[in-house]
């Protein structure tokens, strides 16, 4: 059975924020992953990827997946800000908690992932990074990057949904973000086209093909456009399946195939 603890990282603005910390099999010296779950930043939790979390952590991958403040309790970027406190926080307290870490990763799903794309991209920006003495000098970069059925342009997003009618989605962008111009800052995929990402970590990308809360054409217009900044990207779609397939139906063939792929990146990245 997996080994895990429940660890609050950080209270603010009286939210306390906990931390799954799944200990890998095999011994402390490890590849680790930082997790920020989907939800259309107003629902779920750190449990939300458990299946992928677990298969990691039995394959001697750390796990350490993050709550954050949701949409009705603040909006961008706080979010974004908790989800890099607790990358620092973790590297600020490994020894406390009796990690020695080999690489530090990350994995983003959905929103989550929009939210981790950001810091992923541009770590250090202080929109999103709020400097606190007690991390000492831990910065939130990360060393390579999942990132599953992501929401990685959240305006061209906010644009399809509310084309297509749908009023659940376009009310969750409307209550995590402000303003259409929150939606284009906050956006990696626009970060990355002006020329703001400060890192290119190694990245893989889940996708589904009949997944109606992302085209999946937009990953490939990420792809193409990472790969011509420099950097290094793997896609991997899954034909006929649905948003959150993996999680939705972790024993399917297509979720099997997706979390082994998942696993054999970050274990060779």
């Not at 924020?17 to 890998?24: A, D, V």
């Not at 009705?72 to 620092?88: E, F, K, N, W």
């Not at 307290?93 to 810091?119: D, F, T, V």
């Not at 990308?205 to 290094?232: C, M, P």
């Amino acid at each position: 059975m997996t080994d895990f603890e429940d660890i609050p990282f950080r209270t603010i603005d009286g939210h306390t924020l906990q931390g799954r910390l799944y200990r890998p099999a095999g011994g402390n010296l490890a590849r680790w992953v930082i997790d920020v779950h989907g939800g259309a930043w107003g629902s779920g939790d750190r449990l939300n990827n458990a299946v992928i979390h677990e298969d990691l952590a039995a394959h001697g991958v750390g796990v350490f997946a993050l709550d954050f403040r949701l949409s009705d309790a603040a909006q961008y970027p706080a979010m974004v800000d908790d989800v890099s406190y607790g990358i620092r926080w973790f590297k600020a307290n490994a020894a406390r908690l009796g990690i020695e870490a080999s690489k530090i990763g990350s994995l983003g799903s959905s929103s989550g992932a929009q939210q981790m794309g950001l810091i992923a991209l541009n770590p250090n920006n202080d929109r999103w990074t709020m400097s606190d003495a007690e991390l000492g000098p831990a910065d939130a970069s990360v060393e390579f990057f999942v990132a599953c059925w992501p929401i990685l342009d959240p305006l061209a997003r906010y644009r399809m949904v509310q084309a297509a009618g749908n009023d659940r989605l376009v009310a969750a962008h409307d209550a995590c973000f402000a303003s259409v111009d929150d939606m284009t800052e906050g956006n990696p995929f626009l970060l990355l086209e002006r020329g703001a990402a400060t890192h290119l970590p190694p990245m893989v990308v889940i996708q589904g093909t009949a997944d109606a809360n992302v085209e999946h054409s937009w990953q490939d217009r990420f792809a193409d456009l990472y790969r011509a900044k420099g950097g290094s990207i793997e896609i991997h779609k899954f034909d006929g399946q649905p948003h959150t397939f993996v999680t939705a139906e972790p024993d399917s063939a297509a979720s099997l195939d997706a979390i082994t792929k998942i696993r054999e990146f970050v274990l060779q990245v």
